[in-house]
């Protein structure tokens, strides 16, 4: 993927239940949740490389690249 893509994740889609699977996926630890493995994960776009693999783990498919 491009510079010009912001990974984002969708709040309304995304459950915050539980842990988010693309923690793991995520080679640049780009990735975290607040609470103990529950509540919305954010993504650290400093640390973000635009690999696109947290979008192929997101079972939900909250997780989107979206141009900016």
């Known amino acids: 993927m491009s510079k010009n893509v912001r990974i984002t994740i969708d709040e309304n889609i995304c459950p915050a239940n539980h842990p988010c699977p693309s923690i793991r996926a995520c080679k640049e630890k780009a990735i975290k949740q607040k609470y103990v493995f529950t509540g919305l ?15 192929r783990y997101c079972p ?9």
Request: net charge neutral; aromatic share 0%; with cysteine.
């Open 41 to 55: 994960p954010e993504i650290d776009q400093e640390k973000c490389t635009q690999c696109g693999k947290c979008i």
């Open 60 to 68: 939900m498919g909250a997780i989107k690249a979206l141009k900016e």
